[in-house]
């Protein structure tokens, strides 16, 4: 069995990192809305789907078409999704030139004498049996799937670094490091046991529901007397397999899509900060959390107190970075070996 203690501290300092991770990717959800970033990038990824001038003069027309049109939110926005379908009959009807037309696309190819990559591919498509419009369009589907898979990939890199460096910001801005917290809550074993207690509330509370959530009772308002929910001892949920990592990767389903507002995220966020003050933990650059060097004091150790400081601090980033889903799988893991042990 493991110590009391220990496995006290272990609960809360996960339970701290799913808190942090809800905030973290908060952020991310409020700058993917507010700055639709979404949209941008799937128009970055369409105009870069083929490499040639053929394929440039084609993807205006291509966002103009109806079938791209019609899921745009407002008039001048680009849609945050397309669905396969609508990016094939938006590509049929483009090159044929507004008709929906198999014969009349197969003879504008085959004239086309200066071939793109478009062209190229539709000519190999027609060569290896695609003969019908249904069979065109299946395959154009199958083409913008992949595509937006590849794409996906260097999306996911560059969310989970963008990710990390929020995290990094958080945590030195806060100073929130790690291996201070765990220090302070092995000095102090009722503030672990507490912090752990608190993380088993909420796991608790989670078995309620068949989705992964983390559920949040609130009062009505908070500190500062902005209104959080109309009603007293209300719930908050917040689905982890969305809000974990709302930009995880480029969608083509509308049902995937996060539509919460910037403002519904700014509260979420809120709630979530209420409860890391909960945790009661040594957190913020005053004095007491930090190294700090006096006259007569050995310069040596102190450059090794601001070293352990650095790492307690890339400790939390890193960690916060891993995403809520996976603290909160964590947590759901550990969480019985204390029930064993207590």
Known sequence: ??????????????????????????????????????????????????????????????????????????????????????????????????????????????????????????????????????KLQA??????????????????????????????????????????????????????????????????????VEKKVIIFKTDSTDESGITLNEDKNAEITMELDTFSNPSDSFVTDSDTVITKKPEEVVKDIKVVVTEIDKLDIPMGWIKGNYPEYKKGDCLYMFILEWLAKFFGLLITAFAVSLGALFWFDLLGKVSPLRKKDK
């Not at 938006?90 to 008709?99: F, M, Q, R, W, Y």
């Not at 995290?167 to 765990?182: E, H, K, P, T």
């Open 139 to 208: 395959e154009l589907e199958k083409i913008f799937d992949q595509s937006m898979d590849r794409v996906s990939g260097w999306y996911r890199r560059h969310a989970k670094l963008w990710s990390f460096y929020i995290a990094a910001l958080i945590s030195v801005g806060f100073n929130i490091d790690s291996m201070q917290i765990a220090r302070d809550m092995f000095k102090n074993k009722e503030k672990a046991k507490f912090n752990a207690d608190a993380a088993q509330n909420y796991l608790a509370d989670t078995a309620k």
């Open 1 to 134: 069995m493991f110590n009391s203690t220990l496995l006290d501290i272990v609960l809360s300092m996960i339970f701290l990192y799913l808190l942090l991770a809800l905030v973290v990717t908060g952020v991310n959800e409020f700058f993917f809305t507010f700055r639709r970033q979404r949209a941008r990038h799937l128009k970055r990824a369409l105009g870069l789907m083929f490499y040639d001038e053929e394929w440039q003069e084609l993807f205006p027309k291509l966002q103009e078409s109806s079938f791209i049109k019609v899921l745009r939110r407002k008039k001048k926005e680009f849609p945050s999704y397309i669905p396969s379908e609508n990016f094939a009959k938006a590509l049929i009807s483009v090159l044929g030139e507004g008709k929906i037309d198999f014969k009349a696309i197969k003879e504008k190819i085959a004239k086309n004498e200066e071939k793109g990559e478009l062209s190229t591919l539709l000519d190999h498509l027609f060569q290896s049996g695609v003969d019908n419009l249904e």
